[in-house]
């Protein structure tokens, strides 16, 4: 019997679709992947897919010590490297609310050559919160190491985190948020067209992006930008997504390469900086960036409100899936994943300009980078069990973006293994469900400075989505 009186390459579809949702903490800012394959369907066919990430981020931040104005060896919660890390207190899962999303997409066949879709997505995205008491939540007993050595300006190398964030010092404010937190939220929409020519298919179109951020740096850990505030506003921007397809159906054969172009984003950031606020600390250092920077004093402001340029970065994805057994109706699928984090940074113009005291030149830091490109890659196989439930299995790879992560994702890749099913309710429509365990690399926390700030090891995630979609080949 011909594989192609089973719809194997739909029901597997269903499936991995469901398992493959990724984290952030696995590579950059990833969660989507920005998976297209419902495009590669046949007829008519519209999907809804909700998931849920459910990591579990742990790990220990620094004991490391420094001499203070009191002469006295305080904990500042950093070291200039690993030989100067000093286990410290434990910090429980920064990601225990889950983070959930939705997809959907629909696409149709205008006729036996062009084909048309428009595909919703959150490809992008992050929600860490650090709580308890750890060096990366503010109380008024931490101290902040501010300067490496007593500069030639006089200002003390370390100081209590109340001289650098005097709201910590004061009585409970409820709406102030004394822990570090990151969310960031994007959401595309692409519009596909594509033309198709003895099983070969080009495919492109307009990709529309909407992203926003708010970030919050507490606690010792982070240094004189304990206390930062950052919000980025709404904003849209364009970008296209395109490639090539090959299909042979009677061999449930189809391969595809799809390329997604960078998005480029100006965005409005409010920035609040609670070093340069006035009194002793915050004179010493705006005379500090004045000298670095020569901008004049009165134009140094704890509160600013500019505009920020974000990337969001290119990606290439290779996928490929074709039958193995017509007798034991199988299906072998390969997915490949390529965005390049090395080229992407966050630089928030005033937290960059304060940097400048730290590197002495024009450059300064960004508030997040990575120094390795992310590869990621998953092998699965799908059996078909009777003429309405279908399953499979997946195991999977990702590189990361290197043992060293920022603070504010402390993960470096992952392993995992997956698996789903589907039934179908009516020869049209179907319920799918699924489920992956992922094991995180360990990684050593470090700020954009260099400075080592905690060590997170043996951590663990769970994936889970259910989707319903509808498909008619009339």
Do not use: C
Request: aromatic letters at 8%.
């Amino acid at each position: 019997m011909s594989l192609t009186k089973f719809h194997l390459s739909r029901l597997t579809l269903a499936i991995t679709l469901v398992g493959t949702s990724t984290l952030a903490f696995s590579a950059g800012l990833d969660r989507s992947r920005q998976d297209i394959k419902a495009f590669f369907q046949e007829g008519t066919y519209a999907e809804v897919t909700a998931v849920t990430v459910n990591p579990n981020i742990s790990g220990y931040d620094n004991a490391a010590e420094a001499k203070s104005i009191t002469d006295k060896n305080v904990i500042v919660g950093a070291s200039k490297d690993e030989a100067g890390y000093v286990k410290g207190k434990e910090v429980r899962n920064i990601t225990k609310d889950p983070y959930n999303f939705i997809r959907y997409g629909v696409k149709t066949d205008v006729n036996d050559n062009v084909s048309v879709g428009i595909l919703y997505d959150e490809p992008w995205g992050a929600n860490v919160s650090y709580h308890g008491k750890n060096n990366f939540v503010s109380n008024p007993n931490q101290h902040v190491k501010v300067t490496d050595e007593i500069p030639a300006l006089p200002m003390p190398a370390v100081n209590p985190n109340t001289a650098i964030n005097e709201t910590i010092g004061k009585p409970v404010n409820e709406d102030y948020i004394a822990n570090t937190n990151v969310n960031l939220h994007t959401q595309t929409w692409t519009g596909l067209i594509g033309v198709k020519k003895d099983g070969f298919q080009v495919y492109g179109g307009p990709v529309l992006q909407k992203a926003k951020a708010k970030l919050q740096l507490r606690g010792s850990a982070f240094g004189p930008m304990t206390g930062y505030d950052a919000v980025a506003g709404s904003d849209n921007a364009m970008g296209w997504a395109g490639g090539v397809s090959y299909s042979k159906p009677e061999i449930k054969l189809n391969a595809a390469v799809t390329y997604h172009s960078p998005i480029e984003h100006e965005i409005p950031i409010a920035e609040s900086i609670p070093l340069l606020s006035d009194g002793f600390v915050g004179d010493k250092a705006k005379d500090k960036l004045k000298a670095v920077t020569g901008t004049p004093v009165d134009k140094i402001s704890k509160n600013t409100l500019k505009n920020i340029t974000v990337k969001t970065p290119e990606s290439v994805n290779i996928n490929l899936q074709s039958g193995l057994s017509e007798k034991y109706q199988l299906l072998g699928m390969l997915d490949a994943r390529w965005v390049p984090w090395s080229k992407m940074n966050l630089t928030p113009p005033s937290y960059n300009a304060v940097s400048k005291i730290k590197t002495k030149d024009d450059v300064g830091l960004p508030i997040l980078s990575y120094d390795k490109d992310q590869y990621t890659v998953e092998a699965g196989l799908a059996k078909r069990f009777n003429d309405k439930l279908a399953g499979s299995v997946q195991l999977g790879w990702d590189s990361g973006t290197g043992e060293e992560a920022s603070a504010l994702g402390p993960v470096n890749g992952y392993y995992s293994v997956g698996g789903g099913v589907k039934y179908n309710v009516t020869p049209e429509w179907a319920l799918s469900a699924g489920a992956k365990y992922l094991k995180f690399g360990d990684a050593t926390a470090k700020l954009p400075t260099g400075d080592v700030v905690g060590k997170f090891e043996d951590n663990n995630g769970f994936v889970a989505g259910v989707k319903v979609s509808y498909q008619s080949e009339d």
